[in-house]
């Protein structure tokens, strides 16, 4: 090999070592896994680059509803061990309730020394103009860890 090939060919191979870290570090964000919360839904987080994705699930009488979701964090607290956290959840899924035409927005915080993931959330469902004061539902959800998964 020539010197172009031998720096094309280190290039090369760095920037395999370098994506391979990146991958890696894309399955562990500090909150990926599955949580369920204090009424008993559960969701599943998967990470990439400052942004969160995942499923949102609902056991009910026929089964489990299931509705994606997306969202981003921050990196925070001692030691950069807790996570701010906000994610968007449109109640629309064909296969089981079809649209809901409403939304719900989570914002919280987890806490790594409690392994919870602390929430408040606001739910937007649509109404006519005339009635837009009552467009939206406030509340309060925590997210704990589980080993237990439910799938759709
Ligand atoms: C979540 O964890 C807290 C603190 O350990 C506990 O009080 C609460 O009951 C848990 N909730 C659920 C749904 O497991
Ligand atoms: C609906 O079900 C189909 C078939 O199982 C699946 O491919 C699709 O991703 C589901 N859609 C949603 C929004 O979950
Ligand atoms: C959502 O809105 C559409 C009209 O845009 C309506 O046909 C449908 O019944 C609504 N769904 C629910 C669950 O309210």
Not at 27 to 43: A, Q, V
Not at 83 to 110: D, E, H, K
Request: proline share 2%; glycine share 12%; aromatic share 14%.
């Amino acid at each position: 090999m020539n010197r172009i090939g031998i720096s094309i060919y280190i290039f090369l191979l760095l920037s395999t070592i370098y994506l391979k870290q990146g991958e890696s570090s894309q399955h562990s964000c500090g909150i990926d896994g599955t949580w369920k919360n204090d009424l008993g839904s559960y969701i599943d987080i998967s990470c990439g680059d400052g942004t969160i994705f995942g499923v949102y699930r609902i056991p009910v009488s026929s089964g489990v509803d299931s509705y994606d979701f997306a969202g981003k964090y921050i990196v925070t607290g001692k030691n950069g061990e807790d996570r701010i956290v906000a994610f968007l959840v449109p109640w629309n899924n064909p296969n089981c309730t079809g649209n809901s035409n409403s939304t719900s927005s989570y914002t919280g915080i987890y806490f790594s020394s409690e392994g919870i993931i602390y929430t408040h959330w606001i739910l937007t469902g649509y109404k006519e103009w005339a009635s837009r004061w009552a467009t939206n539902l406030i509340g309060h959800a925590i997210f704990n860890r589980t080993t237990n998964v439910i799938k759709s």
